[in-house]
């Protein structure tokens, strides 16, 4: 690869035909950092997480009501006849999209209206994930700054959530708007902070659950029943040492982690918490970072050798401060980013620039990207990196032309894939090697894909013009001839798209 094809297609996220070829590959790629806008017009209309909140608080107050009701002596929650049960009319934000839904239970049969409400939350969710997912989509088809682009869907799956829960489903969208994106380009700490913050984070890793036993909380609990004490829930403490900051075996304990869960407690969201985290409903805007006194655990706790004797949010706060920085963070860190731009087996030189300018700059992320562009490994002409499906589609999209796709045609591209978007069903997200995404099975998926948009684009596409623009200097003797010697345009087309230099980067 040559240093221009390189800044297009390592560094960014593959070359549009009107690309010009960077005369200055390093500059180009700089000069994206103040190009880059966290709110591009492509995502004006992104739902937010505050409006996804409330439909969510408004689901549950429904619920509860709907369950107070089933608890009422006979006869009390009868609606009037032809009309919606008391619990759906209590939500404004669920009635509308009542209208006109198919009753799922038998002819006749009545309704369950507690399961009604869920399926309505889910097809309302599901609804914003497939539309927060085609915008993120054209964001990444529309940009000018396709580098920082990348980043955002780098640290989006360093700090994965996993739309599977229905709480999740609606908010993994604005959790990358909002927790991510404007932070891509600041500190660690900053984005580390607004990411353990975020409502779908919390909810994702049962944080707005967890509730210190000792806590004024968890000691009426323990008072009403015994045998049924609340309980400290360490899924967020617990990846937040071994996949947000220090990694995986760098020096601390199972008895640290548990410390950190007790130091997180009262951390939550309002009106979406369950459990003890009820005590936040009413603390806040829906879907608001809240701190609930009477679930934090008492006590200074000690983790990694330091005792941190704040009290209330500031202790997990002063932990996280702590760990923002931190050098096993710093390598933690490093380590993935050149994985992800350089090579699944990062070399450890690079690792090591990038590590020291994290810890020089206390976590500046501009700085860290310098110098992964400063050093010279990463353009090395060789390719080494295998794109990911998302890689492949949004390169192959930017290739034909395209300036935006349908959020149901991006969805189903990607589940066809194997990497629907915000679904990597565990926190440590996607896997960022080849040997994840390379194999036969996928392969043919992606020539499928590539002969379906082809089809399309292949009439007015000259593929020997394009592929040239697209791998400037850098197209083998090989594809060029296998493109002149297609059956077709949409044919020629299709090889260009599924050429081992589109494969790569």
């Known amino acids: 690869m040559t240093v221009a094809a390189i800044a297009l297609n390592r560094f960014g996220l593959g070359a549009q035909p009107d690309d010009g070829v960077p005369d200055d590959p390093k500059a180009y790629l ?12 492509a995502l004006a209309e992104a739902q937010t997480t505050a409006a996804v909140s409330s439909e969510l608080a408004a689901y549950f107050d429904a619920q509860r009501q709907n369950r107070a009701d089933r608890k009422a002596p006979p006869g009390a929650m009868m609606p009037a006849a032809g009309g919606t049960p008391p619990a759906m009319t209590a939500s404004p934000p669920m009635q509308p999209a009542m209208t006109g839904q198919k009753p799922s239970a038998p002819t006749g049969a009545p309704l369950d209206p507690v399961m009604e409400a869920r399926r309505l939350a889910q097809r309302q969710n599901r609804q914003v994930y497939i539309d927060s997912a085609g915008l993120r989509a054209n964001a990444a088809l529309a940009t000018s700054a396709p580098m920082v682009e990348r980043l955002v869907h780098f640290w989006a799956n360093h700090f994965a959530v996993s739309a599977d829960k229905l709480e999740v489903i609606g908010l993994a969208g604005p959790f990358e708007f909002e927790a991510i994106r404007p932070h891509v380009l600041g500190s660690f700490r900053d984005m580390l902070y607004a990411v353990e913050r975020h409502p779908a984070m919390l ?4 944080q707005a659950q967890s509730i210190g036993p000792d806590s004024p909380f968890g000691a009426r609990a323990a008072q009403r029943n015994p045998k049924r004490r609340p309980g400290l829930n360490e899924n967020l403490a617990r990846e937040i040492m071994e996949l947000h900051t220090l990694g995986v075996r760098t020096g601390y304990t199972q008895a640290d982690v548990t410390e950190f869960a007790r130091a997180m407690t009262g951390w939550t969201t309002a009106g979406l918490g369950r459990g003890g985290g009820g005590g936040a409903r009413n603390a806040g805007n829906p879907g ?3 701190f609930v006194p009477q679930l934090h655990e008492p006590g200074v706790r000690t983790i990694m050798g330091k005792s941190y004797p704040q009290q209330g949010e500031a202790q997990a706060a002063a932990v996280l401060d702590d760990l923002a920085v931190h050098p096993a963070t710093a390598k933690h860190v490093a380590t993935k980013l050149v994985r992800h731009f350089v090579a699944d087996d990062p070399p450890p030189a690079v690792v090591k620039r990038c590590e ?12 860290v990207y310098r110098a992964l562009i400063d050093s010279p490994e990463a353009w090395a002409p060789q390719p080494a990196k295998f794109k990911t499906p998302w890689e492949w589609s949004i390169s192959m999209m930017r290739a034909l032309g395209m300036q935006q796709i349908g959020a149901q045609q991006i969805f189903g591209l990607q589940q066809q894939l194997g990497q629907p978007v915000w679904k990597p069903g565990q926190p440590s997200g996607w896997d960022d090697i080849a040997g994840s995404w390379a194999g036969p099975d996928a392969i043919m998926r992606r020539v499928e894909a590539a002969q379906r948009f082809a089809a399309r684009a292949g009439q007015v596409i000259d593929a020997r013009e394009r592929a040239e623009q697209l ?8 594809t060029r001839q296998a493109i002149a010697r297609a059956e077709s345009p949409q044919q020629a087309v299709a090889l260009m798209l599924v050429a081992p230099e589109f494969m790569r980067r």
């Open 356 to 367: 020291g300018a994290f810890l020089k700059s206390d976590g500046d992320l501009p700085t």
């Open 288 to 290: 608001d970072f809240v």
């Open 471 to 478: 791998f400037p200097g850098t197209l083998t003797p090989a």
């Open 30 to 41: 700089l000069a994206q950092f103040d190009r880059y806008d966290p709110r591009p017009p």
């Open 203 to 206: 909810i994702y890793l049962d």
